[in-house]
């Protein structure tokens, strides 16, 4: 990366953020309300595919007409973030759900979740960021 502050990631650098952590945030509506859930996940095929139990998290997944989902990372000297919006779908064909197992995704919880829901992006954008002091912003007149 260059030193500038923030820096526009493109979409092959966004995907492959985004395929090197496993924890990110869905956000969904409910009865019009937003809704944010944690979800263990992985980039398939630039897809993110998550694992659900019955509730909220699965209803409102698939009966909105847009999710947004967001992962992100950093250390002490820099960060990133990815956000994405798209459709999110219960898999339930015997071929989409064989291709689900094969991302070998295991719920972090002792709690069984037997569905899985895929969200294909219709937009993806990142940003990577360069941490460092404020700016000065007294500048002298000469």
């Excluded at 945030?25 to 993110?48: K, S």
């Excluded at 995704?105 to 829901?117: G, Q």
């Excluded at 992006?121 to 990142?126: A, C, F, L, Y």
């Amino acid at each position: 990366m260059n030193d500038e502050p923030i820096t526009l990631l493109s979409v092959d650098e966004s995907w492959e953020r985004l395929g090197s952590v496993s924890l990110g945030r869905l956000v969904t509506t409910f009865a019009g309300e937003p809704e944010i859930f944690p979800v263990n996940y992985v980039a398939q095929d630039r897809t993110i595919l998550f694992r659900t139990a019955e509730g909220t998290k699965l209803f409102s997944a698939i009966a909105s007409n847009t999710v947004v989902f967001e992962a992100d990372d950093h250390n002490a000297d820099e960060g990133w973030s990815v956000i994405l919006r798209g459709r999110a779908r219960l898999l339930k064909t015997d071929a989409d759900i064989q291709q689900a197992e094969r991302a070998q995704l295991r719920p972090w919880l002792a709690t069984r979740k037997p569905h899985f829901v895929r969200v294909t992006p219709t937009e993806i954008s990142g940003r990577h960021f360069n941490f460092g002091p404020e700016p000065d912003c007294h500048e002298t007149v000469a």
